[in-house]
């Protein structure tokens, strides 16, 4: 996932130093899309620092779609390398507090678990 | 070790970037910190590819930065290199999370095992207390029914004695003696005399087989009387030695030493008037006493 966006990354600076006519990243829009996509069904959104980083791959995928539109294509890549770590990153926050949540739960099943023991115990 | 060399490759390529450039990207300075946050985190042990290839993209933005300068490309390649590092953290610390939330179940799996142990251990204990229990309500049951049995045995024996005897003698209760069986003096001695006629020794062995049926837990009494013929320390010492007699002679029939005893009255204790001679004759007797057990 994360070794791909490098390599493109690359290849736009080359690009932009050659001057040449830069093609369309529909790839990369497709696996921006993608990652966007899975990281509001993992509810990035409903997790405040997910949530900013969902956000601002959302606003740099609109940014790389409007440079297509307006045949910037190689902006549009590198906008779009941003887009995609971004979404990544909530993809990563949304996990990490889900796991934390679950840690905490376990921990006060746990402490529930001990007061009931020492409750029946001391009976 | 991975992440001392990585680290090592940021440091020489931040030395590099001091020569290009004087001041570096805000960009590069972010994902920098960024990258020396989430090396020292978990991720350094628990999630090192991941770490690994956030410190590959901040070496591509040092190059760049190193060769090109502060420029978008550079700027770009460290927005990318910070979050990466931020996703390595963020794994590192999703890893962290979830082995402490295993541990915590593997906790609470033991300490639910070793309750409910405890819980089957106590219950074995309760059970088998109440089987000690069943089995001492058990015997005591038993002992409440040969009891019952015993008593009620004795009832019919007594009942049969009651039987026997007044087939053969005058046989009363007595609310407060108990079972009073009257033998005529008469008919067991000669007057004056404490030793038994022959003819009495058949009745005496009437009752004496009745006795040895009836409660084996009784009292007996045998009280000798006279009647007012002769002074009363006669009388007296007459109706001990008859009452010692019968007593005797019961005790050669088989009836317990220990439940028999004798005792003489004398002339004290007239049931009839002693002016006529019907009155004397049955004032001249000799009363067995039978006490139930529970007096």
Same mark, same amino acid.
């Given at each position: 996932?994360?070794?791909?966006?490098?390599?493109?990354?690359?290849?736009?600076?080359?690009?932009?130093?050659?001057?040449?006519?830069?093609?369309?990243?529909?790839?990369?829009?497709?696996?921006?899309?993608?990652?966007?996509?899975?990281?509001?069904?993992?509810?990035?959104?409903?997790?405040?620092?997910?949530?900013?980083?969902?956000?601002?791959?959302?606003?740099?995928?609109?940014? %790389?779609?409007?440079?297509?539109?307006?045949?910037?294509?190689?902006? %549009?890549?590198?906008?779009?390398?941003?887009?995609?770590?971004?979404?990544?990153?909530?993809?990563?926050?949304?996990?990490?507090?889900?796991?934390?949540?679950?840690?905490?739960?376990?921990?006060?099943?746990?402490?529930?678990?001990?007061?009931?023991?020492?409750?029946?115990?001391?009976? | 070790?991975? /992440?001392? &060399?990585?680290?090592?490759?940021? *440091?020489?390529?931040?030395?590099?970037?001091?020569?290009?450039?004087?001041?570096?990207?805000?960009?590069?300075?972010?994902?920098?910190?960024? !990258?020396?946050?989430?090396?020292?985190?978990?991720?350094?042990?628990?999630?090192?590819?991941?770490?690994?290839?956030?410190?590959?993209?901040?070496?591509?933005?040092?190059?760049? *930065?190193?060769?090109?300068?502060?420029?978008?490309?550079?700027?770009?390649?460290?927005?990318?290199?910070? $979050?990466?590092?931020?996703?390595?953290?963020? +794994?590192?610390?999703?890893?962290?999370?979830?082995?402490?939330?295993?541990?915590?179940?593997? !906790?609470?799996?033991?300490?639910?095992? +070793?309750?409910?142990?405890?819980?089957?251990?106590?219950?074995? $204990?309760?059970?088998?207390?109440?089987?000690?229990?069943?089995?001492?309500?058990?015997?005591? @049951?038993?002992?409440? #029914?040969?009891? &019952?049995?015993?008593?009620?045995?004795?009832?019919? $024996?007594?009942?049969?004695?009651?039987?026997?005897?007044?087939?053969?003698?005058?046989?009363?209760?007595?609310? /407060?003696?108990?079972?009073?069986?009257?033998?005529?003096?008469?008919?067991? *001695?000669?007057?004056? @005399?404490?030793?038994?006629?022959?003819?009495?020794?058949?009745?005496?062995?009437?009752?004496?087989?009745?006795?040895? @049926?009836?409660?084996? #837990?009784?009292?007996?009494?045998?009280?000798?009387? /006279?009647?007012?013929?002769?002074?009363?320390? !006669?009388?007296?010492?007459?109706?001990?030695?008859?009452?010692?007699?019968?007593?005797? !002679?019961?005790?050669? $029939?088989?009836?317990?030493?220990?439940?028999?005893?004798? /005792?003489? *009255?004398?002339?004290?204790?007239?049931? +009839?008037?002693?002016?006529?001679?019907?009155?004397?004759?049955?004032? &001249?007797?000799?009363?067995?006493?039978?006490?139930? +057990?529970?007096?």
């Amino acid at each position: 996932m994360h070794g791909s966006l490098i390599p493109v990354l690359a290849t736009s600076c080359l690009v932009l130093g050659c001057g040449a006519s830069y093609p369309v990243p529909t790839q990369p829009l497709a696996d921006t899309e993608s990652a966007e996509r899975s990281a509001t069904e993992l509810g990035a959104a409903s997790q405040p620092k997910a949530q900013l980083h969902l956000q601002l791959a959302h606003e740099q995928l609109s940014r %790389a779609k409007a440079a297509i539109q307006g045949g910037d294509n190689e902006r %549009a890549a590198a906008l779009l390398v941003r887009a995609r770590s971004d979404a990544e990153l909530a993809i990563a926050l949304t996990r990490e507090e889900n796991a934390k949540i679950g840690a905490q739960n376990a921990t006060d099943q746990s402490n529930t678990q001990k007061s009931t023991n020492a409750r029946q115990g001391g009976q | 070790m991975t /992440t001392i &060399r990585n680290a090592s490759l940021v *440091f020489a390529l931040m030395g590099i970037a001091g020569c290009a450039s004087a001041v570096p990207p805000q960009d590069l300075v972010t994902a920098r910190a960024s !990258y020396a946050r989430a090396s020292q985190g978990p991720a350094a042990t628990l999630d090192p590819a991941e770490l690994h290839s956030a410190a590959d993209s901040l070496q591509i933005a040092e190059r760049s *930065f190193a060769s090109e300068g502060d420029t978008q490309g550079t700027r770009d390649l460290a927005y990318v290199a910070d $979050r990466r590092a931020q996703i390595a953290e963020a +794994a590192g610390q999703t890893k962290l999370a979830s082995s402490q939330q295993g541990q915590t179940l593997m !906790y609470m799996h033991s300490a639910e095992t +070793a309750q409910a142990n405890a819980s089957s251990a106590q219950l074995g $204990r309760a059970n088998a207390q109440l089987e000690v229990q069943g089995q001492a309500m058990s015997s005591q @049951k038993q002992q409440l #029914d040969a009891e &019952r049995d015993r008593r009620q045995d004795a009832e019919k $024996r007594a009942a049969q004695a009651a039987t026997d005897l007044a087939a053969i003698a005058l046989v009363k209760q007595d609310a /407060t003696r108990g079972m009073v069986i009257t033998l005529s003096g008469g008919v067991l *001695f000669a007057s004056n @005399k404490a030793d038994l006629l022959p003819s009495a020794l058949t009745k005496l062995n009437e009752v004496a087989n009745a006795l040895t @049926k009836n409660d084996d #837990d009784s009292k007996i009494v045998v009280e000798g009387h /006279t009647d007012s013929q002769g002074g009363a320390e !006669y009388n007296q010492d007459l109706s001990q030695r008859r009452a010692q007699t019968v007593r005797d !002679y019961l005790v050669s $029939r088989n009836v317990a030493a220990d439940r028999v005893t004798a /005792t003489g *009255f004398g002339l004290t204790r007239p049931i +009839a008037d002693n002016a006529s001679p019907e009155g004397r004759a049955n004032n &001249r007797r000799v009363e067995i006493v039978v006490q139930p +057990a529970s007096r």
